[in-house]
């Protein structure tokens, strides 16, 4: 007999896992493959862009990253008018993809971690659980406690360290929907954050990312992906 309702739905999971397993076997290969197929491109063709349909998709993976108590404290410009990418182009060491990419990604870091932040999570994570605010001020007042004891320079980095995972997310799916991408940090991000206004929103340039289709004239995707061998890589102790 099923004690309880938990107990239910914990024996419904387990019944589905095999099929789960089975029917998810070839995504994940599939998976394996795109990220063999992907690499860092060189030069876009400018001509192809990507679908509204696709970038949604991309925006979508980008929000579900995650992050250190689920904070989200960063922001993703993107840079469409040609004028301002010429300029970050200067900034970026002339490098072709700012411009020549479908799209052009600029993921910050907010500079400073505000208990209005911590709040506003609070209050969004209160309101799609279903419960009172109140529930969570423990969470809430431990989160700023631990923040409070960080400098403003490892506020900052802490939070570089976000864009990074949401990079990711980006890029993987990139590959799935088979849109090239290459990140980028080769720039200057005192010049960004100037181009851009960043500093006035409380906001840093930590990584870049051109977005698009490769050029037939780029003779990088027919190189080999170098890659180290897994026992390289991994250390079981």
Not at 162 to 185: F, H, R, S, V, W
Request: glycine share 4%; net charge positive.
């Amino acid at each position: 007999m099923v004690a309880n309702k938990y107990d239910k739905e914990e024996l419904t999971t387990r019944v589905h896992i095999p099929f789960i397993a089975k029917q998810n076997k070839n995504e994940i290969m599939g998976f394996i493959e795109n990220q063999k197929w992907r690499y860092a491109t060189k030069k876009f063709d400018a001509s192809k862009k990507i679908s509204s349909t696709d970038l949604e998709k991309i925006k979508e993976s980008i929000n579900l990253a995650a992050t250190s108590y689920g904070l989200q404290l960063f922001k993703v410009i993107i840079v469409e008018n040609p004028e301002t990418r010429e300029t970050l182009k200067q900034h970026s060491w002339g490098q072709s993809q700012i411009t020549e990419a479908s799209h052009l990604m600029v993921f910050c870091n907010f500079n400073s971690v505000k208990s209005e932040h911590i709040d506003s999570y609070l209050k969004l994570k209160a309101k799609l659980i279903g419960k009172e605010e109140s529930a969570f001020k423990g969470y809430g007042d431990f989160i700023k406690s631990k923040t409070a004891e960080m400098t403003p320079d490892q506020t900052s980095e802490w939070n570089a360290k976000q864009t990074y995972i949401a990079l990711g997310n980006a890029m993987a799916m990139c590959a799935e929907l088979k849109i090239d991408t290459c990140p980028l940090e080769g720039f200057s991000p005192v010049e960004y954050n100037s181009t851009l206004g960043l500093h006035k929103i409380g906001l840093e340039a930590t990584v870049v990312l051109t977005l698009g289709y490769r050029s037939v004239e780029d003779k990088t995707q027919h190189a080999p992906k170098i890659r180290k061998n897994l026992k390289d890589i991994f250390e079981v102790l």
